[in-house]
């Protein structure tokens, strides 16, 4: 049963535009979501995180938006540099040990 | 920063082979863990652990072994290797099992 939905499965913008990235859960324990980053031939790194009491989190051109009635995240990516190529995890976390990741999504930033 | 290192990189086996899969991590955590990781499942947890000589069963445990012989080696075991066990395989680890996970980079198995 997978419980975190990721779309799209990949992705591909323009170097400088905003990529958006989208995720939903099923399980209304989760209460903190991290992203995680994965460059290929790399283990993932975590990105970006939010906490269910928060609608919103910023680390420069990364942004979270949450919606807990919805059950549904987005990461924006501003400003979006062929660096930023990479495979996006989202994750759903209960506060105990276990982590339940999406699928993925695979951007492209083209110059 | 965590240090998570895996070896070997790369491993090819044949249908009914051992395999031992190894991971050292240098920072003290408590939590180690092994996913797989395959397209169009993300990563999805095998075995993980909470501490030297303690193991527990994660959500696709079936065909694997784990062993943590040590706070900071965690070892994955396919006693059989199956042709289905070809993945990308991730060991990671955390400090209280509710933080951050810090990954090393994978090791891919082919099972021929």
């Known amino acids: 049963q997978q419980q975190v939905r990721q779309s799209p499965q990949s992705l591909t913008v323009w170097e400088g535009e905003t990529a958006i990235l989208n995720c939903s859960y099923e399980d209304s324990t989760f209460n903190y979501f991290p992203w995680y980053q994965q460059f290929p031939g790399e283990g993932p790194a975590l990105l970006i995180s939010i906490r269910s009491v928060s609608d919103k989190k910023e680390d420069g051109r990364f942004t979270i938006f949450f919606n807990k009635r919805e059950k549904k995240l987005s990461l924006h990516i501003t400003d979006s540099q062929p660096g930023d190529s990479a495979t996006y995890f989202c994750a759903g976390h209960t506060g105990g040990y276990k982590v339940v990741f999406g699928s993925g999504t695979r951007l492209l930033v083209s110059p | 920063e965590a240090a998570v290192t895996q070896s070997p990189r790369n491993k090819v086996t044949v249908t009914g082979g051992n395999v031992t899969l190894s991971c050292r991590q240098t920072?003290?955590?408590?939590?180690m863990y092994w996913y797989r990781q395959d397209t169009g499942h993300g990563l999805r947890l095998i075995h993980y652990s909470y501490g030297a000589g303690n193991l527990q069963i994660g959500d696709v445990p079936d065909g694997y072994k784990a062993t943590r012989t040590t706070q900071e080696d965690f070892f994955l075991l396919l006693e059989l290797a199956s042709p289905s066990q070809t993945s990308l395989y991730f060991c990671a680890s955390s400090e209280t099992g509710r933080d951050t996970l810090y990954f090393g980079a994978g090791t891919r198995l082919s099972v021929l």
């Open positions: 920072n003290s955590h408590n939590y």
